[in-house]
């Protein structure tokens, strides 16, 4: 289905779950969050029921994230259920993969296509402390464990932190080099909570390509993709730049996003929520809904006067 500013709007983002089993200094607070009541979050069944009038409106992208979707008690019946929806080309979930290596093998055969995976160090004791918990190597099994079971295309995704992992992006560009697999550089987004703390720990992107001179532009296979992809010559996989704040990919966004309670978010830098929990559950004709939500996408963000949205990035799932 088309938006009224004639983008095709076929990719939907679902939050499963607010919890994590990591605290990422940008993303959690040390002591967790404060949890929605139970009875306001989306059961696995509704979500399976929001997505499947999704894809009678055209959707054939979904991507299933949080919080931690691994977390999430039942989460293979979910993939297993979207797994099944014959329009779903790609179907992929974003994972701190601390937990893949216990479940790669299960969410291929259930049919989730790909994985796109956090890492933003490659030092354990640095990685201990961004996460504030998280092992680097239950990660590296992971990443080996997404291989072997063919989760692939493989992305990883790096949040550039001022003073933590500069140092480290040649390391990262040099996975690219010998193998098929996509290094991402995302710029710190000021969202929810900790925005402040995004805020005062921001550089932006130029810096790779200041540090790695050799890598060259490659043109974009998916327009709609946030990322400005690079390879470095001869480099199997490529190296992307998601530059959210000083770069707007507005013009292309063919997204929409569910949230844990059950929220539509036409843009992930508004605060604007459409309510499809109640309808729902109410038994109305949520396709309806969503019909005018995407036709009224806003045009794009403007995040450059300080409108922060408010909601945590677990919630929303990034
Ligand atoms: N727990 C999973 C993970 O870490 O991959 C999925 C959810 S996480 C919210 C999704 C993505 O958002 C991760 O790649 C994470 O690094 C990124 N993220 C979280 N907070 C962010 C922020 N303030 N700015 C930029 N990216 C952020
Ligand atoms: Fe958890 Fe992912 Fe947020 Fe880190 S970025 S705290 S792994 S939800």
Excluded at 95 to 106: I, R
Aim: charged content about 30%; glycine content about 8%; hydrophobic content about 35%.
């Amino acid at each position: 289905m088309f938006d009224s500013y004639g983008r095709r709007i076929n990719y939907l983002r679902i939050s499963v779950t607010d919890l994590c089993n990591l605290r990422c200094k940008y993303c959690m607070p040390e002591k967790g969050i404060k949890k929605i009541p139970y009875e306001e979050i989306l059961t696995l069944e509704e979500i399976q029921s929001i997505a499947e009038s999704f894809v009678e409106l055209g959707t054939d992208k979904i991507r299933i994230t949080g919080g931690e979707p691994l977390v999430k008690r039942g989460i293979l019946n979910l993939i297993e259920g979207i797994g099944k929806l014959d329009k779903v080309k790609d179907f992929a979930m974003t994972t701190n993969a601390t937990l893949l290596y216990k479940y790669a093998e299960d969410l291929k055969k259930a049919g989730l296509k790909r994985v796109n995976i956090s890492m933003d160090t490659l030092d354990r004791k640095k990685y201990g402390d961004i996460t504030r918990r998280g092992d680097l190597q239950d990660v590296l099994k992971g990443i080996e464990a997404a291989k072997k079971a063919g989760l692939t295309p493989i992305k990883i995704n790096v949040v550039l932190i001022k003073g933590f992992n500069e140092d480290e992006i040649e390391s990262f560009v040099n996975l690219t080099r010998y193998e098929d697999i996509d290094v991402r550089f995302i710029e710190l987004m000021p969202i929810g909570s900790l925005r402040y703390w995004s805020l005062n720990n921001y550089i932006s992107n130029d810096i790779v390509l200041k540090k790695v001179e050799e890598l060259q532009e490659v043109s974009a296979s998916d327009i709609s993709s946030p990322a400005k992809y690079y390879r470095l010559p001869e480099g199997k996989g490529k190296v992307g730049l998601i530059n959210p704040i000083s770069c707007k990919f507005c013009e292309n966004c063919n997204r929409m996003r569910l949230t844990i309670d059950g929220k539509i978010k036409p843009c992930l830098h508004s605060n604007e929520e459409i309510d499809l929990k109640t309808p729902l559950r109410q038994g109305k004709n949520i396709k309806k809904i969503i019909e005018t939500v995407i036709l009224n996408k806003p045009k794009e963000h403007n995040l450059e006067d300080g409108n922060y949205i408010s909601r945590d990035m677990m919630d929303i799932g990034g």
